[in-house]
């Protein structure tokens, strides 16, 4: 071998070298930064992507419902975002999830051998109970905390609800504790509202068996423990039907259906669950944002146009500026990409929640409202007189 070939063959090996340590250094350092960002994250992680997604993904949810939409690349989970990586991924995840068969098991406090609540009473009374009564720990109580036992069949990611009455004395922060696959996550409830329906706490990741969803009592207020709902899938929570759950076992869902505007409209919303988005559609197969928006107050007796500024200006609607003044059922508009064009809405379902036609999704889901960029206000329509005769909504798939 000649000097030059020498000289060419151990370059060529220092570079080979170099890049076999360059490539370890590399995933070293992804490793170590991995398990950084693990520790930054809290140990119940949500499985969301970006916050509110229906399946698992990439960023877990905040506890805060108001946190601000904004930040370097942050995505609008709205009528804007449905070209990026992040949005293409999700829908994987939510195909995915869809080859799963839809599961719903309810808990109410009245369900033998599932709810256990050391210390607490049970009362009765209040129109907005599940099942017509609820278990209550007075302020100071030396309660310990009630336990709902739900099942899951399958690992998988699952919609976790919860039913209360409201009272002004009622905990502002009740802490419901969700053992998720990645731990106990809590979510802290303002039980002084948004009662008398089922309110979502989050979609997470969850364990086949027994598992609990836990509610604290609190020192300085009362603390309502009344019906837990589990749902996997497109389904909406259950309301008046019994669910057979894995065993054999019945959980009924005895909840009365409400004539109260705002929760009819989040029930109606929430029938769309699943629907496929496309732009400026409005049919039993496809829907916009507008769209939606439009069928879940149709039944009330009021048309809403099909584009959002139309919405906006709907003259039969009270507007409300202030994300701190929404109500369930309530349509909230956003401005994604600024300049004072609307662009996406959907209806506020409570817990800073959105039902929306996304095309973030890809199709009609309930999620955190703090994803979507550009909070505008909302509008909030009451029943018209003549149609209380027949306050059941229409079926999901009329137009």
């Given at each position: 071998m000649s000097l030059t070939q020498v000289r060419t063959w151990e370059g060529g090996h220092v570079r080979r070298l170099a890049a076999v340590v360059f490539t370890v250094f590399a995933a070293v350092f992804l490793v170590s930064f991995a398990s950084l960002s693990a520790q930054a994250q809290p140990a119940n992680r949500q499985y969301e992507p970006s916050g509110g997604s229906e399946a698992s993904g990439n960023t877990p949810e905040s506890t805060a419902p108001d946190a601000p939409s904004s930040g370097a690349g942050f995505v609008s989970q709205g009528s804007v975002g449905g070209d990026t990586p992040e949005a293409w991924a999700t829908r994987r995840d939510l195909a995915e999830e869809e080859r799963m068969p839809d599961y719903s098991q309810v808990v109410d406090n009245s369900t033998k051998?599932?709810?256990?609540?050391?210390?607490?009473?049970?009362?009765?009374?209040?129109?907005?109970?599940?099942?017509g009564d609820y278990a209550l720990a007075k302020a100071g109580s030396d309660a310990k905390k009630a336990t709902f036992r739900v099942k899951i069949p399958t690992d998988n990611d699952y919609g976790v609800y919860t039913w209360y009455t409201t009272a002004s004395e009622n905990a502002s922060a009740a802490r419901f504790v969700i053992s998720s696959a990645s731990g106990p996550h809590t979510e802290k409830v303002d039980q002084t509202k948004e009662g008398g329906m089922w309110i979502k706490l989050g979609t997470f990741e969850m364990k086949k068996g027994e598992r609990t969803v836990k509610v604290s009592p609190s020192g300085h207020a009362a603390v309502v423990a009344d019906a837990v709902a589990i749902v996997r899938g497109t389904a909406a929570p259950p309301e008046e039907t019994a669910f057979s759950a894995a065993g054999g076992d019945t959980l009924?869902?005895?909840?009365?259906y409400s004539a109260d505007t705002g929760p009819d409209i989040v029930r109606v919303a929430r029938k769309y669950k699943g629907t496929r988005y496309k732009y400026a559609t409005c049919t039993k197969m496809r829907m916009s944002c507008t769209c939606e928006t439009k069928k879940s107050v149709a039944h009330l007796g009021h048309m809403l146009p099909m584009d959002e500024r139309g919405q906006w200006r709907y003259e039969q609607a009270r507007r409300i500026r202030s994300?701190?003044?929404l109500l369930p059922g309530d349509i909230v508009f956003f401005q994604e990409e600024g300049g004072g064009v609307i662009t996406h809405v959907g209806v506020y379902s409570g817990h800073g929640n959105l039902v929306q036609a996304s095309s973030y999704y890809g199709k009609v889901v309930e999620s955190r409202m703090k994803y979507v960029r550009g909070f505008l206000g909302a509008i909030r329509v009451t029943r018209e007189s003549s149609l209380t005769d027949n306050p059941e909504p229409p079926d999901a798939n009329n137009n």
């Open positions: 051998g599932r709810f256990v609540a050391p210390g607490w009473e049970r009362a009765s009374g209040s129109g907005g109970s599940h099942g009924r869902a005895s909840a009365t994300k701190s003044n």
